[in-house]
């Protein structure tokens, strides 16, 4: 089990898999994330400021324990939804004149990544939705309490963000897996695309963000979108910053990464 005391010790790159498709092909790249637990919401907020560039919606500061849980390697990428979008009749979304290939797929609803997640569960057999907010925190943050989980600095050419010091910078997406991954061996968790998850939004923790709602959103739900993106400042890429969008809702800010259980 990891807990942020010895994350330094245990955080290390897990093994990565794939599983394989109906046709004989491989599926997203995934990396296992071990037990563990964290605290949950902007650690720089104090009683009096936002030292850590926060908001209210990151609070309050809250102990999560996750169960193990895979996570994908890199955002789902236009070839991956793609092939899903081939398969099964759907329009495939359209990528800005980009490029597709390795770049995170863009122009996809909350409907459609829980449509490619269910896709991928008839193809393999597995347990695979998108991950819950609190999963994607403890996967993004991998055992730091800092803004990025590199440090508190943005510093430079580390990720995609407006103002992230990369030659992408508020321009477009980059390809998946441009930077560094984090000590999970997880990339982009930092800008490039809004990521959606499987948790309903509330503008402060209640326990939603430990729930993952499957099927049936009511007219009025917004799920929570995590990362920042490619067009979005520094402060609105840190680990702990969370947004929520309508599940119909399809921008070029917006793709997605799955998550599977053993």
């Given at each position: 089990?990891?807990?942020?005391?010895?994350?330094?010790?245990?955080?290390?790159?897990?093994?990565?898999?794939?599983?394989?498709?109906?046709?004989?092909?491989?599926?997203?790249?995934?990396?296992?994330?071990?037990?563990?637990?964290?605290?949950?919401?902007?650690?720089?907020?104090?009683?009096?400021?936002?030292?850590?560039?926060?908001?209210?919606?990151?609070?309050?500061?809250?102990?999560?324990?996750?169960?193990?849980?895979?996570?994908?390697?890199?955002?789902?990428?236009?070839?991956?939804?793609?092939?899903?979008?081939?398969?099964?009749?759907?329009?495939?979304?359209?990528?800005?004149?980009?490029?597709?290939?390795?770049?995170?797929?863009?122009?996809?609803?909350?409907?459609?990544?829980?449509?490619?997640?269910?896709?991928?569960?008839?193809?393999?057999?597995?347990?695979?939705?998108?991950?819950?907010?609190?999963?994607?925190?403890?996967?993004?943050?991998?055992?730091?309490?800092?803004?990025?989980?590199?440090?508190?600095?943005?510093?430079?050419?580390?990720?995609?963000?407006?103002?992230?010091?990369?030659?992408?910078d508020d321009k477009q997406t980059a390809?998946?897996?441009?930077?560094?991954?984090?000590?999970?061996?997880?990339?982009?968790?930092?800008?490039?695309?809004?990521?959606?998850t499987c948790s309903e939004y509330d503008?402060?923790?209640?326990?939603?963000?430990?729930?993952?709602?499957?099927?049936?959103?009511?007219?009025?739900?917004?799920?929570?979108?995590?990362?920042?993106?490619?067009?979005?400042?520094?402060?609105?890429?840190?680990?702990?910053?969370?947004?929520?969008?309508?599940?119909?809702?399809?921008?070029?800010?917006?793709?997605?990464?799955?998550?599977?259980?053993?």
């Amino acid at each position: 089990m990891v807990t942020i005391s010895d994350a330094k010790y245990s955080c290390q790159p897990q093994k990565f898999f794939q599983d394989r498709l109906k046709d004989g092909s491989k599926g997203p790249e995934m990396v296992w994330i071990p037990a563990g637990t964290f605290r949950m919401g902007d650690m720089n907020v104090t009683v009096t400021s936002f030292q850590g560039g926060g908001f209210d919606n990151e609070k309050p500061i809250h102990r999560v324990s996750v169960s193990r849980f895979a996570m994908g390697k890199y955002e789902v990428t236009f070839a991956e939804y793609d092939k899903f979008a081939q398969a099964t009749g759907r329009k495939k979304p359209d990528d800005e004149g980009w490029g597709r290939a390795n770049r995170p797929v863009i122009h996809v609803s909350w409907h459609d990544a829980t449509a490619y997640a269910e896709w991928i569960v008839t193809q393999t057999g597995k347990q695979y939705r998108l991950p819950s907010e609190a999963e994607w925190e403890y996967a993004a943050r991998a055992g730091t309490e800092t803004k990025y989980w590199w440090g508190n600095d943005i510093g430079s050419n580390k990720a995609n963000c407006d103002g992230c010091g990369s030659r992408l910078d508020d321009k477009q997406t980059a390809p998946v897996g441009s930077f560094a991954a984090n000590p999970f061996g997880i990339y982009d968790t930092v800008g490039n695309v809004w990521e959606w998850t499987c948790s309903e939004y509330d503008n402060k923790y209640k326990g939603k963000e430990q729930q993952c709602l499957i099927k049936s959103p009511s007219k009025s739900s917004h799920f929570v979108l995590r990362g920042g993106s490619w067009d979005f400042d520094a402060g609105r890429v840190r680990s702990a910053d969370r947004d929520g969008g309508q599940p119909t809702v399809r921008l070029r800010l917006v793709g997605f990464r799955l998550a599977r259980l053993p």
